[in-house]
């Protein structure tokens, strides 16, 4: 075990996951990733490029990742909302790259070091256009070293951004870390082309598996990419069939995604009041459950490791049983949105909000579970309201 | 299964500079090597430039759910504006073991300490006197909690200084250690502790000593980052 910050296991995992290309522009709270990352990539034979702002970064990070590199970049809102064309970019043009965001409080510079989980709609819907993001959140750091493996597989096997969203908390919050690296064969590579190099090649064409098979550049292919709708040869294309179904392939193929990141679940099973909580919160949430437990409320904890695409099917079904949602989130209330539109009609949802900076605390999260569990019970019957609680 | 959430909660407070993160840092990373589970949480603002700032520390046997708490179980003071930020409304409890600089928090520097439940010590005097530079007094201090945890050996908690330490200041912060240790110890031998010390019950955590200390506490206000 080793005692490391969350920021810190960050890019221990990148460097084990394979990653050997880092562009960005320091940021606080993510800062301290590029600081490792400056330190490890030398050493182990990557690249480190701090570039003149986050728009530059990232598409350093997409150059990187076009010429073989595993490649990465790290910031924060601010930086965030500056990198949204890019990511646009990088899923149509199927590129893949890990993209760190660690929140602090916004809009605008906001709040630099206080913790937020306010970005997480921002990374679904801030770039233009039908785009479906991967976005995992952690909530140990030790899970930001796995999860980061994982964000490397999924971007590499699916050929996608993926996004990792960190709160300030876990970004900067020091615990053991078990530094085990896996073995070569559980980290995913992008698939390569078997075939030749020649002028019937088509770069982006795919089959089964949804993902085409891109050749790095530089290795005697010679291709196209464009963040214009494209054939499979990579070629702009005004064919409007052609764009439909380059949409839906891309949608179905960020979705496989659903089925490779489990959530945590804890007490679900005779659960009446379920916890819905990621991140941060989502620690916060899993002592609450212990709580009121042992007050002898039936209370369980859902906590989602994969925020985007949402796991529909699983959300639904862990909550059919539960007579009362809590959604709790340190922001004015944005993932709850995704939990109502799957669960709305079926139970009762209160969300429990705060933003502004600090932590949602134990004590919240108990009273406001009571008293959402009283008001059900007295209200039986109406089964599709949602009660919010707002703090600060 | 429920998770096992007995667990000491460490406050170290003090001024921006007087090294209060790195304390915790090494108090956490020798609880790591002595088996234990450990988290730490801190302050990043401004405050941690100049102001009251503070690191919260949890440590425990089994993992730990939650890394922040409201009310700590052992709180070290190391300046007047620390104090009045996060030790003032904890005077009396006798479930807080308060720990303040004799010489920097004045409310520490009476005769009457005990009565008010404070373990006042002169850390910093001592790291100016004994080791010849006050820098070290963070390590003197961070060696004075770990006595009294009772969980955590003076050879880790040694190395972890050391691991930590800038080259210059290696042999300073060793011997810092070994300096609140005994501290500590000569206080223990002659005092009988103010308060109850939940911490130095942390060898029988596994059961349950110490509960829970966030989930029933919010009046102490705030949250663990921002008060």
């Known amino acids: 075990m080793k005692l490391m910050q969350g920021n810190e296991a960050c890019a221990a995992g990148a460097i084990a996951a394979g990653c050997r290309f880092f562009g960005g522009y320091p940021i606080s709270p993510s800062s301290e990733v590029a600081e490792e990352m400056a330190k490890l990539l030398p050493k182990n034979g990557g690249v480190f490029l701090q570039a003149e702002d986050e728009m530059a970064s990232l598409g350093a990070v997409i150059g990187a990742a076009l010429g073989g590199s595993k490649a990465m970049t790290a910031t ?282 600090s932590m949602i605390t134990t004590d919240e999260v108990v009273s406001h579970a009571l008293s959402a569990s009283d008001r059900s019970s007295a209200a039986d019957g109406a089964r599709s309201s949602r009660q919010d609680l707002r703090i600060g | 299964m429920t998770a096992d959430f007995s667990r000491v909660a460490i406050r170290l407070t003090g001024s921006g500079g007087q090294g209060i993160a790195l304390a915790a840092t090494v108090l956490a990373e020798s609880a790591l090597s002595n088996g234990l589970h450990a988290t730490l949480i801190q302050e990043h603002g401004p405050e941690a430039r100049g102001g009251a700032t503070r690191a919260d520390l949890s440590v425990s046997w089994s993992p730990i759910p939650n890394p922040q708490f409201q009310l700590p179980d052992l709180c070290l003071v190391l300046s007047d504006k620390a104090w009045d930020r996060f030790a003032k409304n904890l005077v009396g409890r006798d479930d807080v073991g308060l720990v303040a600089d004799r010489e920097r928090v004045t409310m520490a520097s009476t005769a009457d300490n005990q009565a008010g439940g404070i373990v006042a010590m002169s850390f910093e005097e001592a790291a100016k006197g004994r080791i010849g530079s006050k820098l070290v007094t963070n390590m003197i201090c961070a060696a004075a909690l770990a006595r009294l945890l009772e969980a955590i050996s003076l050879d880790s908690l040694s190395d972890a200084a050391e691991r930590r330490s800038p080259l210059a200041f290696r042999e300073k912060n060793r011997a810092a250690v070994k300096l609140g240790w005994q501290m500590m110890d000569e206080y223990l031998e002659t005092h009988t502790l103010p308060w109850r010390v939940p911490g130095r019950e942390i060898g029988k955590l596994a059961s349950g000593v110490s509960g829970d200390r966030g989930a029933n506490t919010l009046e102490a206000g705030g949250s663990a980052l921002t008060a």
């Open chain 1, 76 to 357: 924060s809102g601010p930086g965030f909302s500056l990198m949204q064309e890019h990511i646009g970019y990088g899923y149509l043009a199927e590129i893949p790259c890990v993209i760190v965001d660690v929140m602090r409080g916004g809009p605008s510079t906001g709040l630099p070091t206080a913790p937020s989980q306010g970005d997480v709609m921002q990374a679904q819907w801030g770039t233009h256009g039908d785009r479906v993001a991967i976005a995992l959140a952690p909530s140990s750091v030790q899970e930001v070293y796995d999860l980061m493996i994982q964000a490397f597989s999924l971007s590499e096997s699916l050929r996608t951004p993926v996004i990792v969203l960190m709160d300030e908390v876990v970004a900067h919050m020091r615990e053991g870390v078990d530094l085990t690296v896996p073995d070569k064969a559980s980290i995913a590579r992008r698939p390569l082309p078997t075939e030749p190099p020649g002028v019937s090649f088509e770069p982006y064409r795919s089959g089964d598996d949804l993902v085409p098979h891109v050749p790095d550049f530089g290795v005697g292919y010679r291709f196209h990419v464009t963040g214009l709708m494209h054939d499979e040869r990579g070629f702009p294309t005004s064919n409007t069939d052609v764009a439909a179904a380059l949409l839906a392939r891309l949608e179905k193929k960020v979705h496989l995604a659903k089925d490779l990141v489990a959530p945590e679940s804890y007490l679900m099973d005779d659960a009446d009041i379920a916890i819905v909580a990621y991140g941060i919160t989502g620690r916060t949430a899993k002592a609450a459950v212990d709580v009121l437990r042992s007050k002898g409320k039936k209370a369980g904890l859902l906590r989602p490791r994969l925020l985007w695409p949402v796991q529909d099917e699983m959300l639904k079904s862990a909550l059919a049983n539960a007579e009362v949602v809590v959604v709790a989130e340190m922001n004015r209330g944005q993932w709850v949105r995704e939990v109502e539109r799957i669960v709305a009609g079926d139970t009762w949802i209160y969300p429990l909000l705060k933003a502004g900076g």
